[in-house]
């Protein structure tokens, strides 16, 4: 058997090339979906990609599942049937090629032995899917691959479908579905392999671990998690689990129905056309065009942007930052440091369901933006206390998690999660100076650019939260 786990540092996100070295075919897990990728692993193996599958609906990512089986009409396809109606695959049905799955259903690629487990809590539906090498001569699972139920140190979130989807009611039954479901997945052989779907940096959960694989014996002893659903009450655990959630972005709200009804089918990735600056500055009155800037230098960026920009660096939490402030029908023009990183910056864009890319400039090319150069001012903290003084209209946006604000905030402060500020637009006076900040002023740095663009004077704090004067704090 062989197994690859990829890696996508930006979403956190893990999936799984299996194969089988005897027959030569393949299968990959919850791929994303760019899925060319996926085929280019395989072959390098000698390996023919035959099927894939997902755990369940996923909410931070466009599943690959249907540009698989658009690719390839004999590419077999394993989704959940559990959850009940309203959460199926819709895109999915009645295809011949694909298998709707229930508890203890199997199924084999080549000579490797997949069984379903209905492992519920983070989504209805949710599956887990034990892993046996039977073709090594093995007659007990070596792995789990545990989606978004167990996680190295953690466990899935149960409240995004409230949070997120704003289904109402949904937080508190899922938290009590995955008490239940991690109690069976301790049951397993300590030996068993956790592969996870997420690692640290999700939003799936609160405290993932950075080690991107684990055992379910390790777990079992070290994942406070799991070991307050194995030794505590439901109701201890349901209420740890739903406390201190970090705010979901914004695109995790459609993400759900857009993977349910199915995505787009890509056919192949986009190649946006480079631009001259003057067929993107004669359009930024077009309320629909969105150029989004990704330089890696948030100064540069804060010192001159073309008016109306985002700001999402590429080298920084970029899917986290875009997903929070475009719009699905958005035309996108990337500003880039270099040309070679076009591919990259597209595929992260449809990978969160942004398709409609138009064409890219460099950073350089503003230099001749002549008067469509807009500039956002820079402060440190220590400035703040002179700010609020001498303009009593000035609001304090904090832009961190509302845990970090309940620890510590300047007194005052408005506080709205850099991923929900979209959604919370509104609660922003737009006849008040707001200034804006988080911990490090990266997150401030993106809300500050989406505050401009929405009409707010604002002013942005580039500084470490540490940094504020012991005069300010609540």
């Known amino acids: ?4 786990q990829i890696y996508d540092a930006d979403l956190s996100q893990y999936a799984y ?3 089988c070295e005897k027959t030569r075919e393949a299968i990959v897990i919850d791929p994303e979906r760019d899925v060319d990728r996926y085929h280019a692993i395989a072959t390098s193996e000698d390996l023919k990609l035959t099927a894939g599958a997902e755990t369940h609906i996923h909410a931070d990512f466009v599943s690959g599942a249907r540009e698989l089986v658009a ?3 004999a590419m077999r396809v394993f ?11 819709e895109w999915a049905r009645n295809l011949p090629n694909v298998t709707l799955l229930r ?4 199924f084999k690629v080549g000579n490797i032995r997949f069984q379903a487990l209905h492992t519920p809590g983070h989504t209805p539906e949710h599956l887990s899917y034990l892993v046996t090498d039977e073709g090594g001569g093995a007659n007990e699972p070596i792995a789990l691959l545990s989606g978004d139920a167990l996680f190295v140190g953690d466990a899935g979130r149960p409240d995004l479908l409230e949070t997120a989807a704003g289904i109402p009611a949904t937080a508190e039954k899922g ?3 995955l008490y239940g479901s991690l109690r069976r997945i301790a049951n397993l052989p300590c030996h068993v392999q956790i592969l996870p779907a997420h690692g640290s940096g999700s939003a799936c959960g609160k405290s993932l671990g950075a080690v991107p694989s684990s055992t379910a014996g390790y777990e079992i002893k070290f994942n406070p998690t799991l070991k307050l659903a194995i030794e505590g009450p439901a109701k201890a655990f349901v209420d740890f689990i739903l406390r201190d959630q970090p705010e979901p972005p914004f695109y995790f709200a459609r993400m759900k129905n857009v993977n349910r009804v199915g995505p787009a089918v890509l056919g192949k990735l986009p190649e946006p056309r480079q631009l001259i600056i003057d067929e993107v500055t004669g359009q930024l009155d077009d309320p629909n065009l969105v150029v989004l800037d990704t330089r890696a230098d948030r100064a540069g960026f804060m010192k001159a942007h073309l008016r109306g920009s985002l700001y999402a660096p590429a080298k920084g939490s970029f ?3 875009a997903g929070s402030f475009l719009g699905p029908d958005d035309r996108i023009v990337l500003v880039i440091d270099s040309a070679d990183q076009v591919e990259e910056q597209v595929r992260r864009l449809i990978r969160i369901g942004f398709d409609k890319i138009v064409g890219w400039l460099c950073v350089a090319d503003l230099a001749s933006a002549n008067g469509t150069l807009a500039s956002i001012p820079s402060v440190k903290f220590r400035e703040m206390p002179a700010l609020t003084g001498e303009d009593p209209d000035t609001l304090v946006l904090d832009v961190r998690r509302a845990a970090e604000y309940e620890d510590h905030h300047i007194k005052g402060a408005l506080n709205v999660a850099n991923t929900r500020l979209r959604a919370r637009i509104a609660e922003v006076p737009a006849d008040r100076t707001v200034i804006v900040h988080c911990q490090s002023g990266n997150r401030a740095s993106a809300s500050a650019a989406y505050l401009e663009r ?3 004077r604002t002013i942005y704090v580039n500084d470490a939260f540490g940094n504020v004067p012991a005069e300010l704090l609540e």
């Open 175 to 177: 938290a009590h579905q």
């Open 454 to 456: 929405n009409g707010r």
């Open 103 to 106: 508890d203890g259903d199997t």
């Open 79 to 89: 989704l959940s049937a559990e959850g009940g109606p309203d959460w199926q695959s």
């Open 71 to 73: 690719r390839d009409p």
């Open 1 to 4: 058997m062989l197994l690859r």
């Open 17 to 19: 090339i299996i194969g």
């Open 319 to 321: 899917s986290d930052f």
